[in-house]
T-cell receptor, first 113, second 112 residues
Framework: ELKVEQNPLFLSMQEGKNYTIYCNYS?????LYWYRQDPGKSLESLFV?????AVKQEGRLMASLDTKARLSTLHITAAVHDLSATYFC?????????????FGTGTRLQVTL | ETGVTQSPTHLIKTRGQQVTLRCSSQ?????VSWYQQALGQGPQFIFQ???????GRGNFPPRFSGLQFPNYSSELNVNALELDDSALYLC???????????FGPGTRLTVT
């Protein structure tokens, strides 16, 4: 059974600091997703990583994928309060005509002033 | 372009009852997936519909069933509700040749 683990589960960080969220998964996959979820809200797509070595950046967030290590990272640069949310990684294990996402447990990020 | 919509927003049901949740996919999308998200957990895949056929299923009992209509909208039906069915139910639509999934706002189901 595929397992997707994130750490840390909770992260409290000061504005202006850098930090990394880690996502490990237990089976081969070439597609890794990162989502953001605000309290009581739905999931907002941040990144889709499709190949080994893929790196994507949007604003203060940068995601990378190492399929050999089965590891993805979400790096936060100079955090701001607006980044406070829960971040999920998800792994896709079905062929391209079907997507079955297996999600991690989430990392709750709290950025303090 | 209209995004993914779900109805109702909130629902309260009693144990043993049946419920139907609805999802309208984003314009141009022919695939709909349903996920259950319990409080404090990541979403769990229930099933996916592609061109009106079930196209993958997670570890959910048969009392969770679904439909997809010719306009690609979808329903999730849950029979014999249990307390553990209380969760946020999310649908996501996608175009079969794309890896992107777009999530709707969700339906919050409470079973008492």
């Amino acid at each position: 059974e595929l397992k997707v683990e994130q750490n840390p589960l909770f992260l409290s960080m000061q504005e202006g600091k850098n930090y990394t969220i880690y996502c490990n998964y237990s089976t081969t996959s070439d597609r890794l997703y990162w989502y953001r979820q605000d309290p009581g809200k739905s999931l907002e797509s941040l990144f889709v990583l499709l190949s080994n070595g893929a790196v994507k950046q949007e604003g203060r967030l940068m995601a990378s994928l190492d399929t050999k290590a089965r590891l993805s990272t979400l790096h936060i640069t100079a955090a701001v309060h607006d980044l406070s949310a829960t971040y999920f990684c998800a792994v896709d294990t079905l062929p391209s005509t079907a997507s079955k996402l297996t999600f991690g447990t989430g990392t709750r990020l709290q950025v303090t002033l | 372009e209209t995004g993914v919509t779900q109805s109702p927003t909130h629902l309260i049901k009693t144990r043993g009852q049946q419920v139907t949740l609805r999802c309208s996919s984003q314009s141009g999308h022919n695939t709909v997936s349903w996920y259950q998200q319990a409080l404090g957990q990541g979403p769990q895949f229930i099933f996916q519909y592609y061109r009106e056929e079930e196209n993958g299923r997670g570890n959910f009992p048969p009392r969770f069933s679904g439909l997809q209509f010719p306009n690609y909208s979808s329903e999730l039906n849950v029979n014999a509700l249990e307390l553990d069915d209380s969760a946020l139910y999310l649908c996501a639509s996608s175009w079969a040749l794309s890896y992107e999934q777009y999530f709707g706002p969700g339906t919050r189901l409470t079973v008492t």
